[in-house]
């Protein structure tokens, strides 16, 4: 039986400037793909926010993987597992089988119903100012907390390229990550995010199989001996392999781990990032075709990222990986430079900066995807729908065309009334006295709004930083499950739901989950904690899902149940014909 013996924590001498070339590189080329898009954009909000809707289903099938192969697949899932074995199996199970949910709820659906983002769909039969300003508010709360899990993954990154562990060298990594954040977006908008995605999920996977290939060869092929190594390099031997070692210690710790499944399986269906990918496509056929791909591509990265956190435990040891980041986040860069001949050999810093880079990727990426999805639902959902008004359109061309077939879905008697813009779902400047906004004021708006949300998200990364970025995702996926689902599910397939109750579904699972995240271990009382030298926390969960969700459904429900005004059932004719039919879809 062979034994291992545990690196060093990171490579050492000048074996860094290997990688941090690398990572220039890597900034480099994904700089000249946004510069590149941003030269070929056509101009106007179709262009920024769904990149002229002319990608092919396999073209978006990868992006849409990248979009949700994070940080936290990558770097988190990894080390959760190295840390605590099968409990981090678990973990990644919900993130897949989330998207057999997506594939059969939402995904055409959601394609041939909204525009832009999440509130357009609920817009086309609620159109109320209430209706945006709620739903765009939730957006940009769950990709705040998807952002911050992404920048703290990149701060541990690179302290470890450096091999060190001062919080100055994270800070300025998470800032310059911010930065460069924003000028993706500001200059490439979707069409430059989508191609940094595809480029990077190529990467991603063809990472993921070098490295799950060296280390099949490294045991012969001998999964067996693969697991019985990561449980002895464990620290808890047999107990490694086996439920209950992070969540099974006590009653709490396994409803925990039920919320967090919860929210895993229930959030994907509501995340804003993921939900704008369908409308890079031409159709909603392609939208499907779309998810069918992501989910080859993210299954088969789940059974390569099993395999490597166990390859992490029996090559590097939890000891070591837990000693490099106490959240385990740096597991697969630990890994990759053992398989490559340890530390000190040059084919294992080669493997060491090429794995590192392709994680550098990974964050730079989804932050892209992050930044457009919350700056679009400021600019689109908050700013023009519910503060503004409607946007002008021009007269003519394809935009009219487009405008006539959606009005020929509209009801006489509701045009008589006055009519709607569905393009939009919201009311029409005059009919409410808001002053109406152009296309290119709009499409303004969103660039500083990605200015301002990156700033923010700077900021609250640099308080997260101990935190393991797939436990940060699990909170993202928690609000987004108690935020949006409710009301996305309600508004497509229940008759009778009101403006009053998706207002009420929205900020009855909004509010309650980020509470009860304040509230929790997460904020206080423990080591790891975002404050850890106090304790305010009276919420025993870390995950708040398995109260969030149902609080969300629950006040949808009351919501509409209470409504002075009865659901109007042409409104939801016309979304039902639409969304199952595609007919007038944008």
Known sequence: MRTATPPPVAPAGDHHDLAVVLFAVIVLVTLGITFWAGRRRRGGADDFYAGGRDFTPLQNGFALSGDYLSAASFLGVAGLIALFGYDGVLYSIGFLVAWLVVLMLVAELVRNAGRYTLADVLALRLRRRKVRAAAGGASVVVTLFYLVAQMVGAGSLVALLLGTNSAEARTWTIVAVGGLMIVYVTVGGMRATTWIQIVKAFLLVAGSVLLTVLLLLRFHGDVAELMRQAAQHSGAGQRYLEPGLKYGKSFTSRLDFFSLGLA???????????????????????????????????????????????????LVGSAEVRHANAAGNTAVPLLALVLGGGNGSTGGVVLFAVISAIAFATILAVVAGLTLASSAAFAHDIWAGAWRGRPRRPRGGRGARRARGRRALVPASRRARGGTDAATGAAGATADGAPATTERQEVLVARIAAVGIGAVAIVLSLFAQQLNVAFLVGLAFAVAASANLPVLLYSLFWRRFTPRGAVWSVYGGLIPAVVLVAFSPVVSGTKVALFPGVDFHWFPLENPGIVSIPLGFLAGWIGTLTSPEPADPDRYAELEVRSLTGAGAA
Do not use: E, K, N, Q
Not at 281 to 301: C, D, Q
């Open 264 to 314: 895993l399986v229930l959030g994907t269906a509501g995340l804003p990032h993921i939900l704008s990918r369908f409308y890079t496509v031409p159709t909603a056929r392609a939208a499907r075709r779309s998810t069918m791909w992501a989910i080859g591509l993210v299954g088969g990265f789940y059974l390569m990222a099993i395999a490597l956190g166990l390859g992490a435990t029996a």
